[in-house]
């Protein structure tokens, strides 16, 4: 039987890998979280544990107007308690640390219109504090990595399923609401819950170190995505390139607007070198819209 210890209590991607587990493989894993919000986590014995799955951090930042003090909290729970979680787990003997950084290491997406593909030899270039602040985890932890500390960093993109937060809810809410939607033809990696959950249980199965960049099998545009999300609600939204004009000047407008635009709107993948065939992109959808 497999230990692994999930440091980030409460959080929805450790809650849901706990419950993924435990409802799939309840003889073979013995599965603890730990509350990262509680200074006495340097207290509690790493010892005995084959894996740390450490998804504590502060995501969706709203990155316009943010006060110095903000940026520095994020570079304290994503930099440095990362850090410091991961040297403890090394120090206890642990075999394997799994970290979940992120696809926003590489920036924003490109504008509309435009294309992205990164590959494993991209070099990460944050667009801002919170980008930067995953990376910089991202770089330090990969130094502790030797023969006996496996050091696993997945960058995935938007993940997406039950309860999950961000931009994918915003899209179900629109999806759900609008009678018709700009048809644009952009290209996104994303990554259904129980694909990494699928994954996640394999970098520990065979004790994989290094980088990752699991997504699904397909790519898919954000105007098909809001498509099949109506479509599994039993609505039925239409695509139409009419709106297309408006979609493209709005990407144009500097600030808040322009960068929102481009993040809908706009092009970013992987390369198909680490893709995931567990679940399709569209039963992803079908599973989450059932369960919400």
């Known amino acids: 039987m497999k230990r692994i210890l999930i440091t980030g209590a409460n959080s929805y991607i450790g809650t849901s890998f706990e419950k993924y587990m435990n409802e799939n493989y309840p003889d073979n894993y013995q599965i603890d979280t730990l509350d990262m919000l509680s200074p006495n986590w340097k207290d509690y014995d790493f010892g005995g544990y084959d894996t740390v799955f450490h998804v504590a951090g502060i995501a969706h930042a709203d990155v316009g107007h943010v006060s110095e003090e903000t940026k520095q909290l994020y570079y304290k729970v994503n930099t440095d308690l990362t850090y410091k979680t991961a040297c403890k787990a090394k120090q206890s003997g642990v075999k394997q640390f799994i970290y979940m950084s992120s696809i ?3 920036g924003e997406s490109a504008p509309v219109g435009k294309r ?3 590959t494993k030899d991209t070099k990460p270039q944050p667009a801002n504090f919170y980008g930067d602040s995953k990376l910089q985890a991202d770089l330090k932890i990969q130094s502790l990595s030797d023969d006996q500390f496996k050091v696993c960093i997945l960058r995935p993109p938007m993940i997406y399923g039950s309860g999950s937060k961000g931009n994918y809810q915003m899209l179900s809410k629109l999806a759900k609401k609008l009678p018709i939607f700009p048809d644009i033809k952009n290209e996104r990696s994303m990554l259904y819950i129980g694909n990494l959950f699928y994954f996640v249980k394999k970098c520990i199965d065979e004790n994989y170190e290094g980088i990752y960049f699991p997504q699904n099998s397909e790519y898919i545009s954000t105007s098909q995505m809001v498509k099949a999300i109506a479509k599994a609600n039993g609505k ?5 390139k009419i709106l297309n004009p408006f979609v493209f000047i709005l990407s144009k407008f500097p600030g808040k607007i322009g960068r929102m635009c481009n993040k809908a709107f706009g092009s970013m993948t992987y390369d198909k ?12 959808i079908e599973e989450t819209e059932m369960k919400v």
């Open 236 to 240: 039925n939204i239409h695509l139409t």
């Open 116 to 118: 992205k593909v990164i």
């Open 273 to 284: 070198n680490c893709v995931i065939y567990k679940y399709t992109l569209l039963n992803g």
């Open 104 to 106: 926003i290491v590489y």
